[in-house]
């Protein structure tokens, strides 16, 4: 069965950090670009970050660079997002997706169903 499994969200205040995982399986994971998307009430669907598996290279929104890192542990089959300096309007459901051919996110492949991140001022 494919599947992406996200875990790590939940309630923070602002300035603290979060980890959000991607687990992965039921497919060639490291043929795929991993990417995370969130969506706060309200608002339409932003994409937050990917990473490449043709060639590592990463994206990052302009309202998370310098604060959000992603990386790839292939050996686990897990994306992860560290979240550092967290605001407010970073709350929102984080979904990780997985996408083919491996060179962006268009979040149009594979879907896991969201992990809740809220960030109290």
């Known amino acids: 069965e494919v599947q992406l499994v996200e875990s790590g969200g939940g309630l923070v205040q602002a300035g603290e950090s979060l980890r959000l995982s991607c687990a992965a399986s039921?497919?060639?994971?490291?043929?795929?670009?991993i990417g995370w998307f969130r969506q706060a009430p309200g608002k339409e669907r932003e994409e937050v970050s990917c990473i490449s598996s043709s060639d590592g290279s990463t994206y990052y929104s302009d309202s998370v660079k310098g604060r959000f890192t992603i990386s790839s542990d292939n050996a686990k089959n897990t994306v992860y997002l560290q979240m550092n300096s967290l605001k407010p309007e970073d709350t929102a459901i984080y979904y990780c997706t997985a996408d083919f051919p491996p060179y962006y996110c268009s979040g149009s492949n594979i879907w896991g169903q969201g992990t809740q991140v809220t960030v109290s001022s």
């Open positions: 039921g497919f060639t994971f490291d043929a795929y670009a």
